[in-house]
Nanobody, 128 residues
Framework: QVTVVESGGGSVQAGGSLNISCQVS???????LGWFRQAPGKAREGVAV????????TYYDSVKGRFTLSIDNAKNTLYLQMNSLKPEDTATYYC??????????????????????WGKGILVTVSS
């Protein structure tokens, strides 16, 4: 059973940067790992995902060009560098992993159903 634990998060002003991380108990080659987020009153949506087998990374539309996902395989740690943050990035960010997520649809809301392992989430607040 894979477990994931998020760390980092906090508050930042618009235009600023923040880095959050996720400690994964074990990274299997056939798994995909990444982040979802959920803003108050909104559906959970995909942020970014990386394929542990080949390192292919996919970003969902709302964060393309601003966020960077990376993985340190030696430390079993996933990182999300968030730049040019906007108030609409305010959300609880969840680390997630599954095999099925490797067959993503590209629809950030629909892909929630492909995940079977979730972290507890950490809050990121961007003020204007």
């Amino acid at each position: 059973q894979v477990t994931v634990v998020e760390s980092g998060g906090g508050s930042v002003q618009a235009g600023g940067s923040l880095n959050i991380s996720c400690q994964v108990s074990r990274v299997y080659s056939g798994y995909c790992l990444g982040w979802f987020r959920q803003a108050p009153g909104k559906a959970r949506e995909g942020v970014a995902v990386i394929n542990a087998r080949d390192g292919t990374t996919t970003y969902y539309d709302s964060v393309k060009g601003r966020f960077t996902l990376s993985i340190d395989n030696a430390k079993n740690t996933l990182y999300l560098q968030m730049n040019s943050l906007k108030p609409e990035d305010t959300a609880t960010y969840y680390c997630a992993t599954s095999v099925r997520w490797c067959h993503l649809t590209g629809d950030g809301i629909a892909d929630v159903a492909k995940v079977n392992t979730w972290g507890k989430g950490i809050l990121v607040t961007v003020s204007s």
